[in-house]
């Protein structure tokens, strides 16, 4: 034995174990008593700013609790605005002229002086990146709806794409759209159809932000040239020729699809009153019943509204609120189970028989949109949410069957039942390259990143070799053969998208530390060996990206071209996903592995978690980043009991 892996060794009956029984004991104290941990998410400010949008919209900005709310966002918005006076996509990116526009109007809207020095610095960055005219589509939607930017200058969504079929030409229809996409552009047509404006008062607009006043060719303003032939021509082409139609009064079927598109949103709501779990597609849909005509007082707006109250995240010390993009309860409670047990904790105990069994509640086995391309597949599959009935996910369904094979065997049969019926469901949703999505079959038509309302190009839910590795690992849990046809496609997937470099490119987080380490550990559960050519090149990467500190931390930026593997500080998640690939790779006793644990055993902090400010969840690739707040504590806790117990 080397004298590396002699003093490595060493540590295990000490500071290393004294470490994981502090962040266990931590993990433990958040724990609900329903068996749940549901951490705090947050993202940018436009969803803050979004939320006093809607209650200005639908006339309730001076009602109670809303006044209130807003009074309370507005405080986290003056105090998340950066020393430059912007708003970014993430902690640490430069100042985002949609996110600061946004943020900008919504304090105007508050009452702010627009003379105040906050208001200057926010202002004269606006300008300077070319006013409103320069945000992305989905502000512009919103400025247009309160009355500050013209609609000819947002795209055409015409209200007819209610009526395409599954076999419309070039499959442009709603099915083809990431459950995302559809569960918010679905009322937002209704919105750009109706096009009603709820104007603010005077000294609330934003007329000051543009440098020169809005075009009505602004919306075809491209800094870079299509070509004639090409499919971003086709539908700039094509937004001019709806245009054109509106204003000569030529729009057929208007009215049914109206009523088709209100009774999807209605039909789409969960009895909880949530639409998709998501802030946006709630916001958009209760916009929309509003401007078709439901009052604040209907029980399906105030479900809406109600639902809308599990998104805030109030402080009382600092007396404000800022909302989250979602919840993640299923997601949380899985990777703790997961965590708990690697650490230790007994798997027939009260804390993990309490989250198991919830966890096998949350099964969901009603079918949902993911039916309309699948409709032979029998329903068993988990969302990230409390509530998202329609719009299960692979890989919380991954995590959460992984975690329940930790529960007590006195639930056994039911726990089981289970699990066969989420393989079952996963199964079915494989893509035909191997590969799975998110949440649905096949969301893959990419002409759809060239219409010009999706100039964020995140309306897609194509395989991604995180999920398909989280799947992959589940299958090795359960011990499910590497000949399985199933597995084979699977693992031939994700080893073709492996970089030159020897990582993998992560879809849901940040970003090649994420990928790399979800693949190599469902391949490493299957049984592949460390001296797998493709093992052995994703160790090598993995030693080389390590920072001087013996952490991992790869910044949002490794999104945006030009930019791939950019670091940034280390952090705490990061640098557990990177320990635990190491191990996964075998080399759990190199000097990097070594490095790693040490830096998360000194970066813990006296509550025995670890602190991270860093973004390092992925939305939308280079558009949309979160802060998951127990990334933090759980991926610490299973990295240094997977550390621990690969070196016993």
């Known amino acids: 034995m080397s004298h590396v892996a002699t003093a490595t060794r060493t540590r295990v009956g000490d500071r290393l174990q004294t470490s994981i029984e502090q962040a266990r004991a931590a993990l433990i104290a958040k724990q609900d008593s329903q068996g749940w941990w549901n951490g705090e998410d947050e993202a940018n400010q436009t969803l803050d700013a979004q939320y006093i949008f809607l209650f200005h919209y639908c006339g309730l900005l001076d009602q109670e609790p809303y006044a209130d709310k807003a009074r309370r966002l507005g405080n986290w918005l003056r105090r998340t605005q950066r020393e430059d006076g912007t708003w970014a996509i993430y902690y640490g990116a430069p100042g985002c002229v949609s996110v600061t526009t946004e943020a900008y109007f919504a304090l105007k809207i508050l009452g702010d002086d627009p003379a105040a020095p906050h208001m200057v610095k926010a202002r004269e960055f606006v300008r300077a990146k070319g006013g409103p005219a320069k945000t992305r589509m989905l502000t512009r939607y919103m400025l247009a709806l309160l009355g500050e930017l013209p609609w000819e200058n947002c795209p055409s969504l015409p209200i007819q794409m209610m009526f395409a079929p599954k076999w419309a030409p070039f499959r442009l229809n709603i099915w083809e759209l990431s459950y995302w996409a559809r569960v918010c552009t679905v009322p937002l047509a209704v919105l750009a159809d109706q096009r009603k404006v709820v104007p603010v008062a005077p000294e609330q607009g934003i007329s000051e932000l543009y440098p020169a006043p809005p075009t009505p060719g602004m919306l075809y303003d491209y800094d870079e040239q299509f070509g004639l032939v090409s499919w971003k021509n086709l539908f700039l082409q094509a937004d001019k020729a709806f245009k054109k139609a509106e204003r000569w009064g030529i729009n057929p079927l208007r009215k049914t699809a109206l009523a088709k598109a209100r009774k999807w949103i209605l039909e789409h709501q969960d009895d909880s009153g949530d639409w998709g779990g998501i802030f946006p597609a709630i916001c958009n849909s209760l916009m929309a019943l509003w401007v078709l005509g439901m009052s604040t007082d209907d029980p399906v707006f105030r479900k809406g509204m109600e639902a809308l109250d599990r998104f805030e995240w109030p402080d009382e010390t600092l007396d404000e609120t800022h909302i989250a993009p979602c919840v993640s309860p299923v997601w949380d409670t899985g990777w703790a189970v997961l965590a708990l047990t690697e650490s230790g904790e007994d798997p027939e105990g009260d804390v993990v028989v309490r989250a198991t069994n919830w966890l096998r509640d949350m099964q969901i086995k009603r079918k949902g949109d993911w039916a309309v391309k699948a409709p032979h597949v029998p329903a068993g599959g988990w969302a990230f949410q409390f509530y998202n009935d329609f719009y299960p996910d692979t890989d919380d369904s991954a995590v959460v069957m992984m975690a329940l094979t930790n529960g007590s065997p006195s639930s056994g049969p039911a726990r089981e039942a289970a699990i066969d019926l989420g393989r079952e469901w996963l199964v079915g949703l494989q893509n035909r390259d191997g590969g799975w999505g998110a949440f649905e079959l096949e969301i893959d038509n990419h002409r759809f990143d060239e219409i010009l309302y999706n100039d964020e190009k995140n309306m897609l839910d194509p395989s991604t070799v995180d999920v398909t590795g989280r799947i992959l690992e589940f299958f090795g849990v359960m011990g499910v053969s590497r000949e399985d046809p199933v597995v084979q496609a699977a693992e031939a997937y994700v080893r073709s998208e492996q970089e030159a470099s020897g990582a993998w ?109 860093e973004f390092t969840g992925t939305g939308f690739p280079d558009a949309f980043y979160l802060r998951y707040d127990y990334y933090s504590y759980y991926f610490p806790l299973l990295a240094l009991s997977a550390y621990r117990n690969a070196l016993r």
């Open 505 to 613: 490119w992560g879809r849901w987080g940040v970003n090649y530390v994420y990928g790399t380490w979800s693949v190599v550990r469902g391949l490493a559960a299957l049984g592949v060996s460390p001296e797998d050519p493709a093992m052995a090149r994703a160790a090598e990467w993995l030693e080389s990206y390590q920072r001087e500190d013996g952490g991992y931390g790869e910044s949002c930026a490794s999104y945006t071209p030009g930019h791939e593997y950019e670091q940034c500080d280390s952090t705490a998640s990061q640098t557990a996903w990177g320990l635990m690939a190491l191990i996964c790779c075998g080399r759990a006793e190199s000097e990097a592995a070594r490095r790693a644990a040490d830096w998360l055993l000194e970066q813990q902090n006296e509550q025995g978690l670890w602190d991270e400010a």
